[in-house]
């Protein structure tokens, strides 16, 4: 990268006594990234306060109710971390996708396959009734993986070979796949004509740690189940892929420049395919989780825009695995809270603006920036 | 299922899409990819509504929702061309933004009763064309003739104007632009606002004229991001886009009407005797837009049309690029 002329703002000719000079740095300091992200954060939530404030409400009492009622007692942490367990599997999902710059919006669809995918296994149903949860609950999460992944790979497909826009491809394809479910909820699936499915049998549920209340006593109504194991292993896993595997190298060159990834002959068609595909399996897997672990049936509403807050969530991680828990964590907090807060906006506007904070603090990284006394 | 009824509604919400449309072509054509559509939408939208139950005069409400378009595409032109950030993160983030602040916005607007609307026209002469009077010129809304007089004059100012072919610089090579004293900021400014007004606008379009009330993120539910795919299908063209949008608004109303009849081409109605079976009809216009995305990317392949070359990457002076 060659230097460049610094850039001065307000530009020339203007009267101010000073001016900033904006001049791209050449090497990042390890603790900037974390002080932007951080700082950055603090801004979105005062400019969110502000908001509220303005139209009439009060952003203290707010804020500290979503602390409170997220974080207040191990009951309601417990409550958060289940929120959080999606996240961190489609926070993974968009993590992965945005390494290599593919922008793959539909980890909702992904989601919603992977939970039909789950709910096919025992409510066709594929297994018998009574079959004992070692093989239903290994069986559901290779459906749920498996129809994510199909599901994902469709638009890596259509990117790769002829170069369609996966964003819109996803996006569609996230509307498919909630009237997918709804037929299914609607129709075949139908609990007496209401919009949900029969419950799942036991056999067919996560194991909380609420179970072992009978051991630990203080595990009894601890509703965190298997499924934030399965985030957790999955961020190990992840990380481990992105940054020690073959594979992961060259979708991380292939993000930073794919002109000299298909220089250095790398498979940018073949990766794009794979990592869509993983995308949208890890998405499933989170399906899978919420209507295993949370839901115990299949019904139209089970997810309030995971896929989508996801988004964020990897941003916030800056792309990073175990960032993704972090952040997922904090979104869970928002997601439980929220559902309490009228009007029920709030909460994503709150997501947009630390989101907007988020890129705009990213000047910091690129730039320098020093104010400058103008001279005489 | 009325062949003329069907075309004349599709023209009437098509115009939605195609105001949104062709101000994401400008942003584009300028080489700034705004995602937000959907959010500035929702946010014109609201505002529009909010302001026509408030004061009862529907034209305040156009001016008020097409501005709050506008001034939500202010964040993004700041964060995309100052900044340099992102676009694609930028814009998600700006339909973040616009639908939570709309919903906060409307809280108490999704009760708000009947408003006066904007008011319709039936042309004279024009409407008794036959075939065409009845479908584009018989008791259309204002904003419709609006859209008719837009698409035009955008082409005309893209394609055959001074500023346009400096529109199209911007776009295709800003530094060669910038070499010969374009403005490539201040322009890319303009444009990306342009965009903004005409998503805010469009939003408007939906509660004023094509179906009024707010119903949260359901009153645009998705028109935002179908613009988007419709700016790749038409080519970055704006007769293109328009003719694009009434068909698509036409095709989602017969997919509408083909529920009602017990009799269908003779035959019995399955989707009027098993009513879940419309699911599948309500996935045929997602699945259309994927379609038309891989056809026309044959043909853009074929022809070496596409995107505006420098479409999406922020533009530094002194550094290599487009």
């Excluded at chain 1, 300091?29 to 009060?58: E, F, K, Q, Y």
């Excluded at chain 1, 051991?215 to 961020?235: E, I, K, Q, Y």
């Excluded at chain 1, 928002?334 to 997501?351: D, F, K």
């Excluded at chain 2, 891989?294 to 049309?305: M, T, Y």
Aim: proline share 6%; hydrophobic share 55%; with cysteine.
């Amino acid at each position: 990268m060659t230097t460049t002329s610094p850039v001065r703002l307000p530009a020339r000719g203007s009267r101010l006594p000073w001016s900033l000079r904006l001049e791209r740095r050449l090497a990042v300091p390890r603790w900037l990234p974390v002080a932007t992200t951080a700082g950055a954060i603090i801004v979105a939530l005062a400019i969110s306060g502000l908001i509220l404030w303005i139209a009439g409400g009060d952003p203290v009492a707010i804020f500290v109710h979503i602390i409170g009622s997220s974080f207040g007692s191990l009951g309601v942490l417990s409550d958060t971390l289940v929120k959080a367990t999606p996240l961190i599997l489609t926070g993974l999902a968009c993590a992965l996708a945005f390494r290599m710059r593919l922008w793959n919006i539909g980890a909702e669809g992904q989601f919603l396959m992977g939970a039909w995918g789950a709910s096919a296994v025992v409510l066709i149903p594929i297994v018998p009734a009574g079959t004992p949860s070692i093989v239903t609950i290994p069986l559901m999460m290779v459906a749920a993986m498996a129809a994510g992944a199909v599901y994902g790979a469709i638009p890596g497909f259509l990117k790769a070979v002829r170069g369609v826009n996966e964003i819109i491809v996803t996006l569609m394809l996230n509307y498919v796949a909630l009237f997918w479910l709804s037929y299914w909820v609607f129709g075949p699936w139908s609990e007496g004509g209401f919009q949900l499915s029969r419950p799942f049998p036991p056999e067919a549920w996560l194991p909380r740690l609420s179970d072992a209340a009978g051991a630990v006593p203080d595990f009894a109504g601890l509703t965190v189940h298997l499924g934030l194991a399965f985030g957790l292993v999955a961020a190990v896993i992840i990380r481990f892929f992105i940054f020690r595997s073959r594979r992961g190298y060259e979708i991380r060159l292939i993000g930073d420049s794919p002109k000299a990834a298909r220089y250095a002959g790398i498979d940018v068609t073949r990766n794009t395919i794979v990592v869509f595909a993983i995308s949208g399996a890890l998405a499933g897997l989170a399906g899978m989780s919420e209507v295993a672990g949370v839901v115990h049936r299949l019904q139209q509403a089970i997810s309030p825009g995971y896929g989508f807050t996801a988004i964020i969530v990897a941003y916030i991680a800056k792309l990073h695995p175990y960032g993704v828990i972090v952040a997922s964590i904090a979104f869970g907090a928002l997601i439980l809270a929220g559902r309490e807060i009228q009007p029920s906006g709030i909460p994503a506007m709150i997501q947009g603006i630390i989101l907007f904070s988020l890129i705009a603090s990213e000047v910091f990284l690129r730039y320098q920036i020093r104010l400058e006394r103008r001279e005489a | 299922m009325d062949l003329t009824i069907i075309l004349a509604a599709g023209v009437a919400s098509g115009t939605v899409l195609l105001f949104a449309a062709v101000g994401e072509i400008f942003s584009e054509r300028a080489g700034v990819l705004n995602l937000g559509v959907e959010g500035m939408m929702l946010m014109g939208a609201v505002v529009a509504f909010g302001t026509a139950v408030a004061t009862g005069d529907p034209w305040l409400g156009l001016l008020l929702g097409t501005l709050a378009g506008g001034l939500l595409s202010v964040l993004h032109a700041v964060i995309t061309i100052s900044f340099q950030a992102e676009q694609v993160v930028s814009g998600l983030a700006l339909t973040f933004l616009g639908s939570g602040l709309a919903r906060v916005i409307g809280e108490d607007l999704s009760k708000a009763g009947a408003i006066s609307l904007l008011p319709k026209l039936t042309v004279p002469g024009l409407s008794m064309l036959p075939g065409f009077g009845p479908v584009f010129f018989t008791d259309q809304s204002v904003l419709v003739y609006f859209g008719f007089i837009v698409v035009p004059l955008a082409w005309y100012w893209i394609g055959r104007t001074r500023p346009g072919l400096h529109l199209r610089a911007i776009g295709e090579s800003p530094t060669a632009a910038d070499s010969l004293g374009v403005d490539v900021v201040r322009l890319r400014y303009a444009y990306v606002i342009i965009g903004g007004l005409f998503a805010g606008l469009a939003g408007a379009t939906i509660t004023l004229a094509v179906s009024p009330g707010w119903f949260g993120e359901l009153t645009v539910n998705g028109q935002g991001w179908i613009a988007v795919a419709l700016v790749i299908f038409a080519q970055w063209s704006p007769i293109r886009a328009a003719v694009g949008a009434y068909l698509f608004a036409a095709i989602r109303r017969m997919l509408i009407d083909i529920q009602g009849p017990d009799q269908l081409f003779g035959a019995p109605n399955p989707f009027y005797f098993n009513h879940t079976l419309t699911f599948f009809l309500e996935m045929v216009p997602y699945l259309l837009i994927i379609g038309v995305l891989v056809a026309v990317s044959g043909e853009a392949i074929r022809k070496r049309l596409g995107a505006p070359a420098a479409l999406g990457v922020p533009y530094v002076r002194g550094e290599r690029g487009h």
